[in-house]
């Protein structure tokens, strides 16, 4: 899958997928006492400051446990987590889901686990490459697909939702040294215990050290660097990126906006291959023979080019199609080169076609075959 994703592709999706993590904060900052603006700015500030003086404990958790203590002794209007919902106060217990096995639910469901699969396969893959990057290492994709599937199945029997790897937390985490598997159940396991045990005190943390935190997280996933990209890159590489973060960011569908990138970027790599492919014509008056040298990929995105550089009204008595240096790639491609052979040859020209590779030739062979006798 990440194969077909190209690194503007890449860039337009943590980009956009940043967007919508700081958008998503917006109503939390609108309408709101100026306490919270305080809170936000001096969790921010706790954040970027505290690892410039020590990386020992988290600075996002620092964040947290000083804006719950100003919030708890110093009572003023701030929306705190409490208020956004009733947390949970046991633990999950095991169930299927009771809903009709037919294929009426099917229906209803597929398109959204297939879009959320889709999603969460791609931002973990994308993640997998960043931690690569980071560690020097190289990890199992195929084992990360299969650990992120089976923990879906198992929280969905548990009453959770889907998740998967994200960019911006895994990357603090890479940050502040936990580079193994211990750091990720670690996590898991004090998130558990946190919220059942200490359920009150989760309630008292203010939504604004939530917000600063969740900043600080669009900021570390955003792509500055594709920015500056923007005027160095091809222009064609700047608008797949941007492509992918408008279409991305307007509709609030990571998988869409992957999709248009992925799309663009194949056609503007057809559009480049089409342009080198070249048709050179020569004649030999001796045998009064036309030699047509063509190089290049010739599939359905050239094939009209391809034709169009053939005199179909040739007037020497032999025609020569050199093809040493292409490649048919496609039946678009054999398709043209029969109906140009078969035009030349109308008009009285004795056609040879010379230096097919292995694989065009078992494509003129098998859609072709009028074109056997003249293929050498």
Not at 19 to 29: C, K, R
Not at 299 to 322: G, M, Q
Request: proline share 4%; with cysteine.
């Amino acid at each position: 899958l990440m194969r077909f994703v190209s690194r503007s592709v890449h860039a337009g999706f943590v980009n956009a997928l940043a967007i919508l993590i700081f958008s998503a904060q917006v109503p939390q900052m609108v309408g709101v006492s100026w306490q919270a603006y305080a809170m936000i700015a001096g969790g921010l500030a706790i954040i970027y400051l505290v690892p410039r003086i020590s990386s020992t404990i988290p600075s996002p958790l620092i964040c947290i446990v000083v804006l719950t203590a100003i919030a708890m002794w110093f009572p003023m209007p701030l929306k705190t987590v409490g208020d956004l919902g009733r947390l949970p106060d046991s633990l999950p217990s095991f169930g299927l889901p009771d809903v009709p096995l037919s294929w009426d639910t099917l229906r209803i469901v597929a398109p959204y686990a297939l879009a959320m699969a889709a999603v969460g396969l791609l931002e973990s893959m994308m993640t997998a490459n960043v931690v690569d990057e980071l560690t020097e290492t190289r990890s199992s994709k195929a084992r990360e697909c299969t650990g992120l599937g089976l923990a879906n199945i198992a929280a969905g029997a548990f009453g959770g939702i889907a998740g998967c790897g994200m960019i911006g937390q895994t990357v603090g985490n890479v940050r502040y040294g936990g580079t193994g598997r211990l750091s990720t159940m670690v996590a898991g396991v004090f998130l558990l215990v946190v919220m059942v045990p200490l359920r009150p005190w989760v309630a008292q943390v203010p939504v604004a050290a939530l917000v600063a935190i969740m900043i600080m997280v669009s900021i570390s996933t955003f792509s500055w660097g594709s920015l500056r990209d923007l005027v160095r890159h091809p222009k064609v590489s700047s608008v797949v990126m941007l492509a992918t973060v408008v279409v991305t960011v307007a509709t609030h569908d990571l998988s869409l906006g992957v999709g248009v990138g992925v799309l663009l970027s194949g056609v503007f790599f057809a559009w480049k291959v089409t342009r080198m492919m070249d048709v050179a014509v020569e004649y030999d008056a001796a045998s009064d023979t036309r030699i047509y040298s063509v190089t290049g990929q010739v599939f359905f995105a050239s094939a009209d080019i391809f034709a169009d550089r053939f005199d179909l009204r040739e007037e020497a008595k032999h025609v020569r199609i050199d093809l040493t240096g292409a490649h048919l790639w496609d039946v678009t491609a054999v398709g043209v080169l029969d109906d140009v052979v078969a035009k030349l040859r109308r008009h009285g020209a004795v056609v040879e076609v010379v230096g097919l590779n292995q694989a065009s030739a078992v494509l003129v062979d098998r859609h072709a075959p009028l074109m056997r006798d003249l293929a050498a």
